[in-house]
């Protein structure tokens, strides 16, 4: 079964230095996410991303964030300069939209753990 | 505003037994849907239920949505030890076709052996 990958699984950094994390959505899906969880929190919304540009995205997506979808195949989130409270769980998810079909399914890659030391 | 509010916060049973998880929300939606996380895993949908249905199952899920108290619930039967996990609730509502999901804080479901 296709499914969403996330590389790497955890990524150690100190603050200040940029990250990147990688998704490599559901071939077919159209359009994809960035969600991120903070230890014992709930799932919050960073960004959503389609047709090659960003659809909406959240107060915490702030100029350090940026999304890239550089090939046809990989989704990615950097982080320009890291913060300790950037340490959280990131999880990517992509979904497929039928044409007249309302529904939003959206899957969801295991998730890169980020420490910010 | 917060949506998705899950009680309870979290529910140990006996394998065996029914879990039943509410959920609530303020705002219209379109969708409402149910997932499950392992610990440290990623999100796994469960179901998704529409602003027009009332009730939904898939196999030991129940799923009942009532918009005029904006609240839901997910009932599992015969719970198995591998049920064990955090679940949460997750709405939609169409805006500029991001569709992005709202999640509560989710109900950590421990099913005893």
Redesign the interface.
């Known amino acids: 079964e296709p499914e969403?990958t996330q590389t790497p699984s955890h990524q150690v950094t100190q603050m200040g230095q940029e990250v990147i994390l990688r998704c490599v959505p559901i071939s077919n899906h159209l359009?994809f996410?960035w969600?991120r969880q903070i230890l014992g929190?709930?799932?919050?919304?960073l960004v959503?991303f389609?047709n090659n540009e960003i659809?909406?995205k959240?107060e915490i997506f702030d100029d350090q964030f940026s999304v890239e979808r550089p090939d046809g195949s990989n989704f990615t989130l950097k982080i320009r300069s890291t913060k300790l409270e950037d340490s959280a769980?990131y999880?990517c998810?992509s979904?497929f939209e039928l044409q007249g079909i309302?529904?939003?399914?959206?899957?969801?890659?295991?998730?890169t753990?980020l420490s910010v030391l | 505003s917060q949506q998705g509010e899950e009680d309870p916060q979290a529910l140990s049973i006996q394998e065996g037994e029914n879990a039943t998880m509410n959920c609530s929300y303020k705002t219209s939606i379109n969708n409402l849907q149910w997932y499950r996380q392992n610990s440290g895993r990623g999100l796994v949908h469960l179901i998704l239920i529409r602003s027009n249905e009332r009730e939904k199952h898939s196999g030991r899920l129940r799923v009942t949505l009532d918009t005029s108290k904006k609240s839901s619930s997910l009932l599992i039967t015969a719970s198995r030890a591998a049920d064990t996990a955090s679940y949460f609730c997750a709405t939609d509502r169409t805006q500029g076709g991001s569709e992005k999901l709202v999640f509560g804080k989710g109900t950590k479901l421990t099913v005893n052996p």
């Open positions: 969403v359009y996410y969600y929190q709930k799932v919050e919304f959503s389609y659809s909406e959240s769980m999880f998810a979904r309302a529904k939003n399914i959206q899957y969801f890659g295991a998730g753990r």
